[in-house]
């Protein structure tokens, strides 16, 4: 158990439903963040949250919306997703100490977009 | 691209082996750090090497780095069938410590 904690695990969703993930940190950390996996594809940084102010928005396709209404809480709303959307969404929170950024994953959710 | 890049891609050993991976980047940096993946699941941090050290080791893991040829070494030691997973090295890119840029891992199979 990281202390992050991810649900649904799995999804499965038509291209025109609305769907959210929710990503909730246990640790006290001041940042927040989502990720894509792809199949043989590196890790790629969607969205960062800090301090509930967004960072980054790392050239992210609108059907992809962040919501985090707090330091402990970070949400994913998805809407009118394409078939490549399909992936690993991980969410990860980290707090910075002594210039070092240790970041911890939640188990991530299995994306399938039909 | 700032990705960093592991070699191998795939590496398969016997148990009792060593297994070592390598990670190279191209941006200067604060520190370096490995993360393992079980298949299917989050991250999971291993280990931070700060860009002024250059080995370091937490019990069966031996990380060293190179800052002048931009490289980094993981050596598992021993290896058990457990540490069937893949593993990443990620770095600041030297910016701030709010973002890290991971590399494209390494699978390790571990057979008993």
């Known amino acids: 158990e990281t202390g992050v904690t991810q649900t649904p695990r799995h999804l499965v969703m038509g291209m025109t439903n609305k769907k959210s993930l929710k990503c909730e940190q246990h640790l006290g950390h001041n940042a927040m963040y989502w990720y894509k996996q792809s199949a043989k594809k590196p890790l790629e940084l969607m969205f960062v949250y800090n301090f509930k102010e967004q960072t980054e928005n790392n050239s992210v396709p609108s059907r992809f919306s962040p919501e985090c209404p707090n330091s402990s809480h970070l949400f994913l709303h998805l809407h009118t997703l394409q078939p490549e959307d399909s992936a690993l969404y991980l969410c990860?929170?980290?707090?910075?100490?002594?210039?070092?950024?240790?970041?911890?994953f939640g188990a991530g959710t299995r994306l399938s977009v039909l | 691209s700032q990705q960093g890049e592991e070699d191998p891609q795939a590496l398969s050993i016997q148990e009792g082996e060593n297994a070592t991976m390598n990670c190279s980047y191209k941006?200067?940096?604060?520190?370096l750090q490995w993360y393992r993946q079980n298949s299917g699941r989050g991250l999971v941090h291993l280990i931070l090497i700060r860009s002024n050290e250059r080995e370091k080791h937490s019990g069966r893991l031996r990380v060293t780095l190179d800052t002048s040829k931009k490289s980094s070494s993981l050596l598992i030691t021993a290896s058990r069938a457990a540490d069937t997973a893949s593993y990443f090295c990620a770095t600041d890119g030297g910016w701030g410590t709010d973002k890290l840029i991971f590399g494209t891992g390494t699978r390790l199979q571990v057979f008993p």
């Open positions: 941006t200067s940096i604060n520190n």
């Open positions: 990860a929170s980290s707090q910075e100490r002594g210039g070092w950024n240790i970041q911890y």
